[in-house]
Each structure stands twice: as structure tokens, then as C-alpha cells.
């Protein structure tokens, strides 16, 4: 290589389009014998990790990817970045209890870091633990905000009601959906399922009980 110093390397690292090249730079700075302990700190060589472990997810290799990450927090425990991307590994790979202790450590660390609620809520819904899911997304939203991330998150919170069997608080989520982004497809079919599920037991109540006609 041109460059031999593992500061050129870094530069080179993170100026590298392809993932691949980004492992090797970042690699070649892990080995290296002589660093000058004034510029590269343990907070710089979780960096490092951190980053080569991102390179390895967006190649598919996820163990090699949470053994780099498992390297930078151990340099820097208190990154929630590092702990984020932990637990994106932990849901891939199935390891949901590990992604949650992940996300339980960042929102030690920033109680209201909304990524970590959200990801947490969603392992929650696939574990099937659904009332702890919209905890979790209820910590995120207010009740007036109207941003589109927000609508992300009522629907999340709609879907977990639709687990729950509660159709009509998936109807009032969905709602708010679409008043925030009237043209978001997922929440228009999911309104229509919660709809046309709340018409049902409606229509079997009024059958059961003649009173209600």
C-alpha cells in the first residue's frame, strides 16, 4: 500500500466506498504494534472496531460483525451507538433477550434515546409480548406530534393493539396515521383489517344478544 501510517489508513478508511476495503484499512490499524497511544485513545480504537464491524454487517457476516462491536464496547462502554448496533445483530440472528438487554443499556445511559425505545418495542411485538411493546412506543410520541417518524411509530403501536385483540385502539392508532401521512400504505390496510375486524365482533355480538339489534 502507498500509505503505511494507520492515521493515512484511517482517512483512507473511511473515505473507501467499497466495505471490503474498509476491513482491510480498519484491520490494518488493529494490528498495528506502534500506535501513538496520544492519538489513538481507547474511545479511538472503539471507533475503529465499531466501524469495521458495520463494514462486516453490510457484507452479511453478522458474528464477525457483533465480535467487532463486542471489542469497541469493551474500550468504550458508554457508546450507544455501539450498543445499538449490537442489538440490531442480537434481533438478526435471533438472539432477542441479548438485543434487549442491548437496548435496556443504552436507555440506562439516555433514558429517552427514541431509536432504542422503538427496536426494543419491535423485538418485544415478535416476541409476542405486546402490552411491553407499546410501552415502549408509547415513550416515544406525544400526543401532538405530527412528524412522520411519529407515524412510523403509531403504526408500530396499532399493530401491537391488532396482537392484542384491540381492535378499536388499532383503529384510533391507525387513525393518527393517516392524519399525519394521509397516503402511508401500511396504515391504510392495516386500518381496513382492524375495521373489518371490529365490524365482526359487532356483528356476532348483535347475533348472540337479539337485545342489541
Not at 484491520?27 to 492519538?39: A, K, M, R, V
Not at 441479548?98 to 415478535?126: F, H, M, Q, T
Amino acid at each position: 500500500m502507498d500509505s503505511d501510517t494507520p492515521e493515512e489508513w484511517f482517512k483512507l478508511a473511511f473515505d473507501a466506498d467499497d466495505p471490503e476495503e474498509k476491513i482491510e484499512y480498519f484491520s490494518l490499524i488493529l494490528d498495528h504494534n506502534d500506535l501513538d497511544p496520544d492519538l489513538w485513545s481507547n474511545e479511538a480504537l472503539a471507533l475503529v472496531w465499531n466501524n469495521k464491524g458495520i463494514a462486516l454487517f453490510f457484507l452479511g457476516r453478522d458474528k464477525e460483525a457483533l465480535e467487532c462491536f463486542k471489542m469497541s464496547v469493551r474500550l468504550n462502554k458508554n457508546d450507544v451507538d455501539v450498543w445499538c448496533n449490537m442489538g440490531i445483530i442480537h434481533f438478526n440472528i435471533g438472539n432477542h433477550e441479548a438485543a434487549i438487554k442491548c437496548y435496556n443499556r443504552i436507555l440506562r445511559l439516555d433514558p429517552s434515546n427514541e431509536n432504542a425505545w422503538v427496536n426494543k418495542g419491535d423485538i418485544l411485538g415478535v416476541m409476542g409480548m405486546h402490552n411491553e411493546a407499546i410501552e415502549c412506543y408509547s415513550k416515544v410520541h406525544k400526543e401532538i406530534e405530527l412528524d412522520n417518524k411519529f407515524a412510523v411509530v403509531w403504526n408500530k403501536k396499532g399493530l401491537a393493539y391488532f396482537g392484542l385483540g384491540k381492535y378499536e385502539d388499532a383503529v384510533d392508532c391507525f387513525n393518527r396515521v393517516l392524519k399525519i401521512d394521509p397516503e402511508h400504505i401500511d396504515a391504510i390496510e392495516n386500518l381496513k383489517a382492524a375495521m373489518s375486524k371490529v365490524k365482526q365482533i359487532n356483528e356476532e355480538i348483535s347475533y348472540s344478544d337479539p337485545s342489541c339489534l
